[in-house]
C-alpha cells in the first residue's frame, strides 16, 4: 500500500486499523479486515445491486459512506467518487482507509437534506444505501438526488421496507392480521418515533408502494427491486427522468390577474376567454381596463344552456365553435382550468389551429413547495 509514495508495511495498516472504531467489518485491504459489526462483502453486493464493473469517467456521490466499505471498491471500478455521510471521516475509520487505499476519493460532512449541486456538483451515478429510512425529510433526499443527478443519471438505494417489518421489530409482529391486510393495497410508511426494530435513528419505514411513489414524485423512473423477506429490506435502481416537473405544464402558463398583463394582450389580435361564470363576472374592471377593446371574441362556456347568451356584453359560445372564432390567445376563467387546457390541447392537435392558452385565477391558491393547487 502506498502512501504519498512510501508503502505502508502491514503492521503499519493494521495499527491504522486498529486506531478507530469501525461499523463495517470489510476487507479495507488485502487480507487484513476492519472489526465492524456489519459483514459486508462489497464488491459482490454492488454486483448484486446492479452497478456496473466499469465506471471509468463516472462521477459517484456515494451518500452514507460511513467508514468507505463500497467507497474504494466503487473507486476501484474507475469512477470519480465523492463520499458523503453526516459523520466525520477522521472519527468513522473513513480517513484511516482512505490512507491505506490511496485513495483519491473526496469526502463531504454534510447532512443530504442540504445537498445541492451548487455546493456539491452533479454526479452520473448516486449510492443511497442504507439511508432513507434514517432520516426525517426522505423524499427531499431524493428530490436533492434528481437535482444533482446528470441527465439520465441513476440512483442506487436501498433500506428497509414495511412488508416484511414483522420479522424485526415486536410492535409490528403484533400486528402482523392488520399489516398483512394492507400493506401490498395501499401506499403507506409507518414513522417510528425511535423504536422501530430497536434502532433509534429508524425514522420512516415505507412498503414498497410508498416508495415507489416517493420516487415518483422525485422524477424517478425505477427499473429494478429486490426485496428481502428476512431483514425486511429493499434495494433498487431508478432512472432521473429529463425534463420532469411535479406541477402540470399549463401552470406555468398562470396568470394572477389582466392588469399586469395589459402589455402582454396587445400582441394578440382576437381573445377569447373561456368560462361564463361568476370568476368572469370579478375580472369585468379590468378586462375593460385591460383588454384592448376590439379584440375580445367571444366567451366559450360548457354548459348549453348559457350558449346565445351574453356576458359582459360578449357572445357566449359553444366550444365547439372555437375553431371559427380562431382566436390567437384563450385566456381561462375556471375551476376546471386543467381540464379546460386539456380539451384545448386537443382542439388543436385535431384542428391544427393554433393559440395561446393562460389560466387566470386569482381566487385559487398555490403550493408554492411543489407550484400544486391548494383546493
Ligand atoms: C445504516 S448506515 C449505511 C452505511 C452504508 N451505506 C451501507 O449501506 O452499509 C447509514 C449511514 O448514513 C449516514 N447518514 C445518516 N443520516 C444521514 C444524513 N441525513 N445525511 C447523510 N448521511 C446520513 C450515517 O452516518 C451512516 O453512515
Known amino acids: 500500500m502506498m502512501v504519498d509514495d512510501k508503502v505502508l508495511s502491514k503492521d503499519e495498516i493494521l495499527e491504522l486499523v486498529a486506531s478507530r472504531t469501525w461499523y463495517h467489518r470489510y476487507e479495507v485491504s488485502p487480507g487484513v479486515m476492519t472489526p465492524g459489526r456489519m459483514p459486508i462483502d462489497a464488491k459482490m453486493l454492488l454486483d448484486y445491486y446492479g452497478l456496473p464493473q466499469d465506471l471509468t469517467g463516472k462521477r459517484v456521490l456515494e451518500i452514507g459512506a460511513w467508514d468507505g466499505a463500497y467507497t474504494f471498491e466503487i473507486e476501484r471500478r474507475g469512477a470519480s467518487v465523492t463520499a458523503m455521510d453526516i459523520q466525520n471521516k477522521d472519527r468513522t475509520g473513513f480517513a484511516v482507509a482512505h490512507r491505506i487505499n490511496n485513495s483519491k476519493a473526496k469526502h463531504i460532512q454534510c447532512d443530504v437534506t442540504y445537498l445541492n449541486p451548487k455546493d456539491h456538483g452533479k454526479y452520473d451515478i448516486v449510492m443511497f444505501l442504507g439511508v432513507y429510512y434514517h432520516i426525517l425529510h426522505p423524499l427531499l433526499a431524493f428530490q436533492n438526488i434528481y437535482n444533482v443527478l446528470n441527465d439520465e443519471g441513476t440512483v442506487f438505494y436501498s433500506g428497509h421496507i414495511l412488508e416484511y417489518s414483522y420479522n424485526i421489530d415486536g410492535l409490528m409482529a403484533k400486528h402482523k392480521p392488520e399489516l398483512m391486510a394492507i400493506v401490498d393495497k395501499i401506499p403507506l410508511t409507518l414513522f417510528s418515533r425511535g423504536c422501530h426494530a430497536n434502532v433509534w435513528s429508524n425514522w420512516y419505514i415505507p412498503n414498497l ?26 434495494a433498487g435502481a431508478a432512472k432521473k427522468i429529463t425534463n420532469f416537473k411535479l406541477a402540470p405544464d399549463w401552470d406555468a402558463n398562470r396568470w394572477y390577474d389582466l392588469s399586469s398583463h395589459k402589455e402582454d394582450m396587445k400582441g394578440y389580435k382576437r381573445i377569447l376567454f373561456f368560462g361564463a361564470g361568476g370568476r368572469l363576472e370579478g375580472l369585468q374592471e379590468e378586462l375593460r381596463q385591460s383588454v384592448p377593446a376590439g379584440a375580445i371574441v367571444g366567451v366559450a362556456d360548457n354548459d348549453p344552456a348559457k350558449w346565445g347568451k351574453t356576458i359582459a356584453g360578449y357572445p357566449i359560445v359553444n366550444p365547439k365553435d372555437i375553431p371559427a372564432l380562431k382566436p390567437d390567445l384563450v385566456i381561462i376563467v375556471s375551476t376546471f382550468a386543467v381540464e379546460i387546457f386539456e380539451a384545448l390541447d386537443k382542439l388543436q392537435g385535431e384542428t391544427g389551429l393554433f393559440f395561446e392558452m393562460v389560466n387566470v385565477d386569482a381566487n385559487r391558491l398555490l403550493d408554492t413547495s411543489c407550484g400544486r393547487e391548494v383546493y
Open 209 to 234: 408502494l410508498c416508495l415507489n411513489d416517493w420516487l415518483a414524485t422525485a422524477g424517478f423512473k425505477v427499473f429494478k427491486q429486490q426485496v428481502h423477506e428476512e431483514g425486511s429490506t429493499m
